[in-house]
């Protein structure tokens, strides 16, 4: 009798939070990672050659860093290796199936998604003060030492249950309407949804980035030099460090996906 006594109080002595491993995978773990990506390729980036390009002989250094600067500020474009670049027209080049310019803005995108993961996590603390639902409250009252007695934790339940009964019963109508109008907007926009799935299938099936073009390695670059009097073009093979980062980054998903 004292040790089953004491095994069930020592669930009280243990320590307790009002979240759990999802909510924690959501608002902390999962920005800190992406934050951390993001703070690794902006010292690439900013502060290193986030893309080095492929050059003739006769381009002399100060050359080499204004088409790299040049290319990199601007956009590339990826052409299959099969693929000459003469093939190609100079006005079809940057067209918007083979234009890449998402690379300068990735940490960003990182951070907002560290700050969308994060957001609901400070908004819920927020509105939870205001909601009607005393969330702090009710983890503080069901967890109460004194509700070890039969009667008192009873009392406590049926209080808990009626506070949270008539607290969802009235959020509930207002969610209801809130997501009728949120799954037709859905609905009706049909446009980059499958972009994910696509490399995700690229990924399982074993795919590569030359055949695929997502997240490719190399790209090519066309920019002008006046030379005296004279305009001239050239075309540069380009190796975009940051796709390498972005591709071994997606390896150890890769991995989980092939064991599915």
Known sequence: MMIETLISMARYLSAHKDDDF???????YTPNMLLAFSVLISFKQFGGRPLEC????KFPGSWEQYAENFCWSEATYYLPPEVHVAQI???ERYSADRKLSYYQWVPFFLLLQAACFRLPSILWKAASLSSGVRVHDI???ALDSQNMEDECRHRTIILLANHLARALRFQNQILNRHLFIHKTIFLETDKYQWYGISV???????????ASGYFPRV???DFTVRQMAN???YSVQC???????TEKSLRPFKIILKLF
């Not at 999802?22 to 902390?28: H, K, Q, T």
């Not at 492929?54 to 002989?57: H, K, L």
């Not at 995700?200 to 030359?210: A, C, E, N, R, Y």
């Open 139 to 141: 983890v503080v009252k």
């Open 200 to 210: 995700i299938q690229d990924l399982i099936h074993g795919i590569p980035w030359q």
């Open 231 to 233: 305009i001239q073009k």
């Open 22 to 28: 999802a909510d924690r995978m959501n608002y902390l």
């Open 54 to 57: 492929m050059f003739p002989n």
């Open 89 to 91: 027209k100079e006005s």
């Open 239 to 245: 190796v975009l460090v940051i796709n390498i980062f």
């Open 219 to 221: 790209s090519l670059c």
